[in-house]
């Protein structure tokens, strides 16, 4: 494992799939990072790469299939190449492997950094094939929040988007506008995971434990809330720069909807924050 830290925030990664374990908030002396539960989600966090959802998909003409959902990142060991103590730098590239599952050279950079009570997230995805690259990305941390009172925030609606996974009502999902304020842990049961069409968002999560909040920024096309509405003490808010198993989706990887595309030897940067602090808690 793998620790930064500040005076205010203290974050453990692990290497095998870049993912972090603990978001310990030394304001309140208290774990802000779901914490593995029986029959709740058997993971934490999971890093999104080369695709979102199930990893099914054509190129070419020749059908592909990945062994995990989100991607092979998530069974990946990263490479740390930097850690100055507050920030984190981890890498991976392509091998055999993942060439086997998808037919792309790439190089993959993730970067977690601390500055005062945030956490800065940035990945830069490198085209490293002589021909053009196809993918997509996305974060998918869990955050405490209890089961009766994790609430979202955010004060206008959202184009809610049709999951095959979801699908559970029959009008037409084109008519679905979704307000989430107080958004609860029952909202889940009628909807698994709300997917919304996103730009420039600002989204709160009070997590019911007292004042404490995560206010989420970022630039995502899409981004999608979900939590097992059942059991375990968490949500997670994931901003996806692609989207997983629309209705209308292609097999065809190259034609998918808000597909990223990278020519011969250029990247991509994404970014996103989590900010943790007191407020004043909503009913």
Known sequence: ?????????????????????????????KEMEYQIEKDAWQFQDVVIFPLIGKGEFTYNNKQYKMDTRHGFIRKTTLKVLENTG???????????????????????????????????????????????????????????????????????????????????????????????????KRSFINFNTLVFEGKEEKIELYTGYGSLCVDYEFDAPYFAIWSNPHSGNFVCVEPWWGISNYVTETEDLSQRLSINKLKENESKSFSYSLTFSNKESID
């Open 86 to 184: 507050s920030k984190i730098t981890l890498y991976t590239e392509s091998n055999e492997k993942t060439l086997s599952e998808y037919p792309f050279k790439f190089s993959f950079t993730l970067t977690y950094e601390l500055i005062d009570n945030k956490l800065s997230v940035k990945t830069t995805v490198k085209n490293l094939d002589n021909k053009e690259m196809y993918f997509s990305y996305g974060s998918h941390t869990g955050i405490k929040a209890t089961a009766g009172a994790g609430v979202i925030n955010f004060d206008k609606e959202y184009h809610l988007l049709p999951l095959l996974v979801d699908a559970i009502n029959t009008e037409p999902f084109e008519h679905y506008y979704f307000n989430c304020v107080n958004l609860r």
């Open 1 to 29: 494992m793998e620790t930064i830290e500040n005076n205010r925030l203290k974050i453990t990664i692990n290497p095998l799939g870049g993912i972090l374990t603990s978001i310990f908030f030394k304001d309140v002396n």
